[in-house]
């Protein structure tokens, strides 16, 4: 037997076993990759969802949307309804943009059909001219205080769209809660750094202020008549 045989034995299988784990990296990193950014992740909305426990109103205390890199509303909040026929979820919604000098209120709505009975927790967008799939999910909520939601749009020849809220029955929500419930989206490639604290702050705004007055003219009319687009895609209409 030559010198260095029986140490050469011993470390073999640990160098395999090394080589097979880098192996196993690189197969994931390319599989990452390769993800299909038009096609919306796989998601299960919350089991056992009690819908008529979800409905009423929610404040938006958390937003996200992966076509925003800066947070463009504030004071949004949620109004949830349902069909007589338990069959259609309608959203109806109030929000400003943060860069409105005279906080004008906007409102909007958006409706989806509850496909399947059985899980109650998944929407699919019911409106048109809206081109595509819209998948809204339920991922938890304990009815009474916090929710999460999550949206995902498709479209063909452009990256998927997505957002989501996280809604409170109050004005604020606590700390803890709010990481427990950032916690879950990760997994669909919702990235935190872009999911914004929303304000609630001064949001019933009724009468013209003195520093309303001291604006110009042409500010005021230039943020009336700007055209952009609201949470959920579709076009906004004054209050």
Request: net charge neutral; aromatic share 12%.
């Amino acid at each position: 037997m030559q010198p260095g045989t029986r140490l050469e034995r011993f470390y073999s299988p640990t160098i395999i076993l090394l080589l097979f784990l880098s192996l196993i990296d690189c197969t994931t990193a390319t599989w990452k990759r390769r993800e299909d950014k038009t096609k919306c992740p796989k998601v299960k909305g919350i089991r056992n969802f009690d819908i008529s426990e979800f409905l009423g109103s929610w404040y938006i205390v958390q937003y996200y949307a992966s076509s925003e890199e800066a947070l463009a509303y504030r004071c949004m909040r949620a109004e949830l309804s349902i069909s007589s026929e338990s069959t259609e979820v309608t959203m109806n919604f109030t929000y400003s943009f943060t860069d409105d000098p005279i906080n004008e209120q906007l409102v909007g709505n958006i409706t989806w059909k509850i496909p399947s009975p059985e899980l109650p927790a998944h929407w699919v967008h019911a409106e048109y001219p809206y081109e595509g799939v819209y998948n809204t999910y339920v991922l938890d909520s304990d009815y009474k205080s916090w929710a999460l939601l999550m949206h995902c749009a498709e479209q063909s020849k452009s990256p998927r769209y997505l957002s989501s809220f996280i809604m409170s029955r109050e004005p604020s929500l606590g700390t803890n809660v709010i990481s427990y419930l950032r916690e879950k989206l990760p997994r669909y490639d919702i990235d935190l750094e872009y999911m914004f604290p929303m304000d609630q702050d001064q949001c019933n705004k009724t009468e013209t202020s003195e520093m309303d007055l001291l604006l110009p003219p042409s500010v005021v009319l230039r943020t009336n008549n700007v055209t952009r687009k609201h949470p959920l895609k579709r076009k906004h209409r004054r209050a």
